[in-house]
Each structure stands twice: as structure tokens, then as C-alpha cells.
């Protein structure tokens, strides 16, 4: 039997609770609606979503599915006009988390179902949002590639390796170039100093931090 949304499920609060791996139901019942979902994790491990749209366009967004945690923070969201199977990525310890579904670009009254996939497991090597901050960085490995995801135009993702021990921090002095791009910084050797603004509050005592922002210019 079909499992259909429970209106009003515009916030947090009011989400519609879903069985993993069973398809809910929506609808969109105006371009302002906005349909929340929860669902329980017992553990680490990776969220998916298969997102089955009324429409089949590759170009133009008609839906944003976002994953937030239980704060609100959004973790991973994507914009979508077709049949898609969303990685939603890591959450790193149990809890409820939610689903966003909301118009895109475009606007459709179709309706679409939406099916959440938990393989629990530990996971690494993945950003763990809300990482906006330089003192919320993920710490990464050195030589090990960190998955991470812009979620929308305005997310920032900040990563950090500790280079200890036994030097105290330098202030830099220049913001890296090229924003936009891996904006890996700065060894901050003595004397060479020169990628990262001093206004980052990056001293820490004792460490050398390696640092890296990503963002979309
Ligand atoms: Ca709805
Ligand atoms: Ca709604
Ligand atoms: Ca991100
Ligand atoms: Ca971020």
C-alpha cells in the first residue's frame, strides 16, 4: 500500500516520519510548499535516496532534496528535474535526521515519491557538516582524498591537518588565490608565510595547521 506524506509537514517539527528503504509519497501542493521527512538511524553510515520525479528533465532543477541533521543543519542537498538516486552521504552517530523537499528553479504539482536508503557503517574520509567555520574543519588524513559536497551556492567547507609538534604558528598574510578552487595552504614555515589571511583565526599552540577552504567563487 502506498504511503502518502501527512500535510502539514512544513517544518522540523512536523516531518513525516519514513520507513528506510520504503518509497513515500508527496506532492508539492503550491511553489511555496515545503515537505519535511525524518527517519531514524541506529548508528554511522551513508544516506542515499532515490528520488522518483513527476518530471524527466536533466537540465533544469523542479525539486532541492536536502538532508539535515537534527539541528537543522543541512548536510548534503542536490537540485533535481528526473529519476535520481541522490548520496546523501555520511551521518556519524545515531539520531533522527530529515529530508527537505522543496520546489527548485521550476515548479511541478506532480507527484513524487521518495525512497531513503541507511547503510550503517562507519564511515571516513567524508566531510561532516556544518563545517562553515574554521573552527568546525574536518580534520583530514595527508594523502587521503576527502569526499565532501557544496550544497548550495552559499556552503562552505573547511578542512584541517595538524602538523605537530613543536612550532609556534606564524601569521599569514594574503588570502589564497584563486578562489573557487582547493585553496590549500600554507605551509607556514618561517619566512614563507604567504597564502593565508590573517584574519583566520588559525593559531593554534603548538600546531602547524595545514588548511584548505572550499568554496564556490
Ligand atoms: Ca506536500
Ligand atoms: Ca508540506
Ligand atoms: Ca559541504
Ligand atoms: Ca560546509
Known sequence: MATFELESNGTLATATAVTLGSAMNGQLSTSSDVDWYSFTATGSG??????????????????????????????????????????LGPIAAA??????????????????????????????????????????A????????????????????????PRCPARTPRRLTRRPKRPGRLATAPVWSAGRGKFVCSTWPILLAGCEWLQARVSIA
Request: proline content about 1%; hydrophobic content about 30%.
Open 138 to 161: 574536518d580534520a583530514v588524513t595527508l594523502g587521503s582524498a576527502m569526499n565532501g559536497q557544496l550544497s548550495t551556492s552559499s556552503d562552505v567547507d573547511w578542512y584541517s591537518s
Open 95 to 136: 539520531g533522527t535526521y530529515y529530508i527537505e523537499v522543496e520546489s527548485g528553479y521550476y515548479y511541478s504539482n506532480g507527484q513524487y515519491a521518495a525512497t531513503v536508503n541507511f547503510t550503517a557503517g562507519s564511515v571516513s574520509n567524508y566531510e561532516s557538516e556544518v563545517n562553515n567555520t574554521l573552527a568546525a
Open 46 to 87: 551513508l544516506v542515499s535516496l532515490v528520488f522518483d520525479a513527476p518530471t524527466n528533465d536533466s537540465y533544469s532543477t523542479n525539486y532541492n532534496v536536502g538532508l539535515y541533521n537534527a539541528s537543522g543543519g543541512l548536510l548534503r542537498e542536490y537540485g533535481v528535474g528526473r529519476d535520481s538516486t541522490l548520496n
